[in-house]
């Protein structure tokens, strides 16, 4: 049954899944761009998010992972339907009049992870001043942001970014911006941009959408056919709406209203940040922006409504997680799902997504010790490990120390013994699985996410024949394993993206912030 009816449940998955990605195709954009016109909007995108806990900082390595791309190739390989800079030029195409060309500069991304080294993002920021400074001329610019980016010795890197382009092109060229649903946007962001939009979904399946709104915008202000005003209302907010998943209550409820209020007429866009937990800020806390033509009063009042509904479920609490033997025990009990599909285990306090170093042990432990005969798949980031391991036959025994290398505070090393199943080299660097019984430890040199099935499959490791898979995400997952996915176990171990707001090392936060303490408004 496993075998023969995953097929079938694989299709009707994949529909629901493209159903709530919201839209149909993940290839390349065909846009048709004047190669000159009368105005000319530049184009770069520099990302990362940052989790201050993490003592692993982020390299100019980890950029290169993701593929680092200039001029030209911002055009022809970033524009996929899943990027925010495929839906900008998306829209430059359908609402510039073909009068509106576009200057490509930069695209810088990288994986979540401990702040990006400062010289790493000097020379970014140097790249991008040398494009606009290149240019005949520049009448807009569009920013890709994550929008909780940190740097090594430097707070607000994005502001620091926006303040650069601002004193090169001064204060009357518009710049609009666009971040991730879990940004933290500061006061300075809110001066220096014209306008700010941010994902609406969360797992986050609007990305191309975001750019596109971010085109739609800056090309008719170039144009002269809008003037946009944006409002910005800081809450003292740090965690609230449950796990913050835009379709399921009680976040709906806050989206479904900022629905209704963009399209009111003058409304241009509207936007709620939940805020990235795991950023060390003073200026951290739920922002919500409006953005409107021309009319600061109604920008106003519709950012101070979005805030009142989101400050309406604050007090509804992050569902509970469970300790790693609990997940491997009830995945034990779950043989009907298993025989369907898999177990997910979500590495809740490790989370690669959320900037954990990836390398926590604490899960494989409980398999080796509570379940080694069922068929699991974890991914742990190792680059010594896996180094050591690197040329070793198929098929041999080796002996390693996985984990606890990088992060010694929460993550613990672990002795592992197991067979050569697999080596090969790729976007994570070298990378070896082992095998332990019905175990497969998947040690890479850089910090696997494991978002999608074929991060598995790739490496020869079928989904459909595993009993458990771990992930190290917190939100992808739980719509690109749709198919397979035949139940969701929730662990929370000691680490660095634990969800426990209170139990978290915060030194420069806000306060007093709810829910770390009594806040009876959010003006």
């Not at 479904?256 to 409304?267: L, N």
């Not at 922006?289 to 979005?306: F, H, R």
């Not at 177990?343 to 604490?362: R, S, Y």
């Not at 993206?497 to 090392?505: I, Q, R, T």
Request: neutral net charge; contains cysteine; proline residues 5%.
């Amino acid at each position: 049954m496993r075998h023969s009816s995953h097929r079938l449940i694989s299709r009707l998955c994949a529909v629901l899944s493209i159903a709530l990605s919201g839209c149909a195709s993940s290839g390349a954009v065909k846009v048709h761009l004047p190669e000159e016109g009368r105005f000319t909007v530049a184009v770069a995108e520099i990302a990362q998010e940052t989790n201050s806990f993490s003592p692993v900082p982020t390299t100019l390595r980890d950029f290169e992972a993701a593929g680092l791309l200039y001029g030209q190739e911002v055009i022809e390989i970033g524009a996929t339907r899943n990027t925010s800079v495929g839906g900008f030029l998306q829209a430059i195409a359908d609402h510039g009049d073909g009068e509106i060309a576009v200057l490509p500069i930069l695209r810088a991304r990288a994986m979540s992870g401990g702040p990006v080294e400062r010289e790493v993002y000097e020379r970014f920021k140097r790249e991008l001043l040398d494009g606009l400074a290149a240019a005949p001329r520049v009448d807009g610019v569009y920013l890709a942001l994550h929008g909780a980016m940190g740097v090594e010795g430097m707070r607000d890197p994005e502001g620091d970014l926006l303040a650069a382009i601002r004193s090169e092109l001064g204060s009357s060229v518009p710049i609009g911006i666009s971040h991730d649903l879990h940004a933290n946007v500061t006061k300075a962001r809110g001066e220096l941009a014209t306008f700010i939009v941010g994902y609406k979904t969360n797992p986050h399946r609007d990305v191309f959408r975001t750019g596109y709104d971010s085109g739609r915008i800056l090309a008719a202000t170039v144009l002269g056919n809008i003037h946009p005003v944006m409002v910005v209302r800081k809450m003292r907010l740090l965690k609230g709406g449950g796990m913050n998943i835009d379709f399921l209550a009680p976040m709906n409820k806050v989206f479904r209203f900022m629905s209704k209020a963009e399209k009111r007429k003058g409304v241009l866009s509207v936007s709620t940040f939940p805020v990235h937990l795991w950023l060390d800020d003073e200026e951290l806390g739920w922002t919500t922006v409006a953005v409107t033509d021309a009319d600061p009063q109604l920008a106003a009042k519709t950012a101070d409504d979005i805030a009142d509904v989101a400050w309406s479920i604050r007090a509804v609490p992050h569902p509970k997680s469970s300790t790693a033997s609990a997940a491997v025990a009830a995945a034990k009990k779950r043989w009907l799902a298993r025989k369907t599909g898999a177990i997910v285990i979500c590495d809740v306090a490790d989370a690669v997504g959320a900037g954990a170093p990836g390398e926590n042990t604490w899960i494989l432990k409980a398999l080796l010790e509570e379940a080694p005969n069922l068929v699991s798949y974890v991914p742990i980031r190792d680059a010594e490990a896996a180094q050591a391991v690197w040329g070793k036959a198929k098929g041999e025994t080796v002996a390693v120390t996985v984990g606890g290398k990088l992060e010694t505070t929460y993550n613990r090393p672990l002795e592992f013994t197991g067979q050569v199943v697999r080596t090969s080299e790729g976007a994570l660097g070298k990378t070896v699985v082992l095998r332990h019984q019905g175990v497969h430890l998947i040690m890479s040199e850089l910090p696997p996410s494991a978002t999608q099935p074929r991060f598995f499959t790739d490496l020869g490791l079928g989904v459909w024949k595993a009993d458990i898979l771990v992930v190290k995400n917190l939100f992808p997952f739980r719509y690109n394993f749709l198919a397979v996915n035949r139940g969701t176990l929730d662990v929370e171990t000691p680490g660095t993206s634990g969800v426990d707001v209170f139990e978290l090392g915060y030194r420069k936060i806000p306060r007093p912030i709810y829910p770390l303490d009594p806040v009876e408004s959010w003006r």
